[in-house]
């Protein structure tokens, strides 16, 4: 929608933003300072969760139920998982864990809103700018959509947190998150904005590491329903490719009574993402959700479709999700997937034994491998694609004790950092991790004549078709772009890459991306020398 309506909501939001207090406990209290942002206070914990084990691994180490876990890699190759836990039935709060091994975990803080109610946590590592951005809900908080960005997870005073309100404060609900470059990008559902009814309407924020909004559009939209519905819209997911994000939604439709999934895409080129107007009625064509000019129903008929998940690797994208459309009624997990950036698109079947259900699919892609975790008869399950998508695995059972998975959205996450899931083998719900048996890509680059960088795979298995690019910002007149591909990239190999020559003048920023493990640093390129990386 045209930001030109959300303007005065955003400022009041802005000036009201600011303001960072510490807070510092009883001599006893074990843990230190506590710092607040805007009504989110953040404790800051060093307890250890888990050392050197192996299988699955217990993440939650209190009485409480615990769920919504969230996984990610932040940039500098740590594991991070958030989920949220409820010591009563009036609190929930957030805990983030890290992990530099994914056997040893250490708790590094504890988020308590002061609506008392923190729910949908969603973190994710944002390789260009160094950072790690969280996104999570406190729906009956003054300012609900709360948002950070991290540094260093092992610090918390180095948090930086802000929040905002579009509308009251008990509409909001659901809450997850991508990355553009150096924008981190949440997606969230608003049931009565402002002055327009729409219930699960979905908004989009684009949020600088300073969290502030780019100037050059709105930087916040809503989904005015002109061009495709989507709401209500629930279960929503969001990720990033080469050359566009994607975003995902369950609607449902009132006048079939079917949940149906909805589809929009955008592009990373920010030259573009950052152009003003062009869309329908003077909208931002790239920016605002509700003028995207991808958009369509992945799939909608008379069955449902629900709770889908979405992964991307260079132009290939995959979407996963839940459907009854069979002869049993029961559920299967089904996946469309594209190899040209969701502009065509086939469907494969995941899973789909008879009369039982097959239900929310979680799934993360790394070149042409995919991998989709899901829960059945309260176990789950992981299946591999090696064809991004086409053909599936026989899935394996990841939970050592049968019976315990819980079954419900955001009860499992999968990224490259891992499996983690809600568990309830110890009377209450916790949440559990497993290491990904995939590949782990790493990249480190250098200068010189040129840029070359050293690619490794220090995952359980081999890559297969790793798309890699390498490209330079600035005044570059020869080399600003490189591609390639590497065929195969065994467990513990490493190759070597190079833009060849290139030639240019002045300030640079160097981008090196492979398979969708993306590295950047700032340099100086001299005629044919890029110094400084």
């Not at 805007?38 to 888990?50: D, E, F, M, N």
């Not at 079939?256 to 003077?282: H, M, N, Q, R």
């Not at 089904?334 to 259900?357: M, N």
């Not at 050293?454 to 600035?474: P, R």
């Amino acid at each position: 929608m045209s930001k030109a309506i959300m303007i005065s909501i955003v400022l009041l939001a802005a000036l009201l933003a600011n303001g960072i207090s510490a807070t510092v406990p009883e001599e006893n209290d074990a843990r230190e300072v506590a710092y607040t942002h805007q009504g989110i206070t953040v404790t800051p914990l060093s307890a250890t969760v888990s050392s050197g084990g192996t299988g699955n691994i217990r993440l939650s180490d209190s009485d409480n139920d615990d769920m919504q876990p969230t996984v990610t890699k932040d940039p500098s190759g740590r594991l991070v998982v958030a989920f949220s836990s409820q010591p009563s039935i009036l609190e929930q709060t957030v805990t983030l864990v890290y992990s530099a091994d994914g056997a040893t975990w250490t708790q590094a803080a504890e988020f308590t809103g002061e609506g008392g109610i923190l729910q949908y946590p969603s973190v994710i590592g944002i390789p260009e700018a160094g950072d790690l951005g969280l996104n999570m809900m406190d729906p009956l908080a003054e300012f609900p959509m709360v948002t950070y960005r991290m540094t260093d997870v092992t610090d918390p005073g180095t948090y930086n947190g802000i929040a905002y309100s579009w509308g009251e404060t008990e509409d909001y609900d659901e809450i997850t998150n991508t990355y553009v470059h150096d924008l981190l990008v949440p997606l969230f559902t608003l049931h009565n904005y402002y002055l327009s009814e729409i219930p699960g309407c979905p908004f989009i924020v684009y949020m600088l590491p300073d969290l502030n909004f780019p100037t050059e559009i709105g930087g916040n939209y809503f989904d005015g329903q002109s061009v495709l519905r989507t709401a209500p819209a629930s279960n929503i997911d969001m990720a990033t490719g080469r050359d566009y994000f994607y975003l995902l939604f369950e609607h449902a439709n009132q006048t079939t009574g079917y949940s149906e999934i909805a589809f929009k895409k955008s592009v990373t080129d920010k030259e573009l993402l950052y152009t003003a107007g062009g869309g329908p009625g003077g909208m931002d064509k790239y920016a605002d959700i509700e003028a995207m000019p991808w958009q369509r129903y992945l799939a909608k008929g008379d069955f449902d479709a629900k709770d889908p998940s979405v992964g991307a690797s260079g132009s290939n994208v995959v979407v996963a999700y839940m459907t009854n459309d069979n002869i049993y009624g029961d559920f299967d997990i089904k996946c469309w997937y594209s190899s040209d950036s969701g502009e065509t698109w086939d469907v494969s079947t995941v899973a789909a034994q008879g009369q039982v259900d097959e239900t929310h699919p979680a799934v993360f892609m790394s070149g042409n491998n995919v991998y989709c975790a899901f829960e059945k008869q309260g176990n789950l399950y992981l299946a591999q694609s090696e064809d991004g998508g086409a053909t599936w695995g026989e899935p394996i059972q990841i939970n050592e004790e049968d019976g315990t998975v819980v079954s419900a959205p955001r009860a499992i996450d999968i990224d490259a950092g891992g499996i983690v899931w809600v568990d309830t083998r110890n009377g209450n719900m916790d949440v559990y991790y497993e290491s990904l048996p995939a590949p782990i890509i790493d990249v480190e680059m250098t200068g010189g004549f040129g840029v070359s960088a050293t690619v490794s795979n220090s995952g359980m298995v081999e890559a297969e078709g790793l798309d890699w690019s390498i490209s330079l910002s600035g005044l570059v007149f020869m080399g600003k772009e490189t591609t390639g591909t590497i065929d195969v990239l065994a467990p513990g190999e490493e190759v070597s890459i190079s833009s060849g020559l290139v030639f240019g003048l002045g300030p640079t920023t160097v981008t090196v991306d492979v398979g969708g493990s993306t590295k950047t640093a700032s340099g100086f390129i001299l005629g044919p020398l890029v110094l400084g990386l």
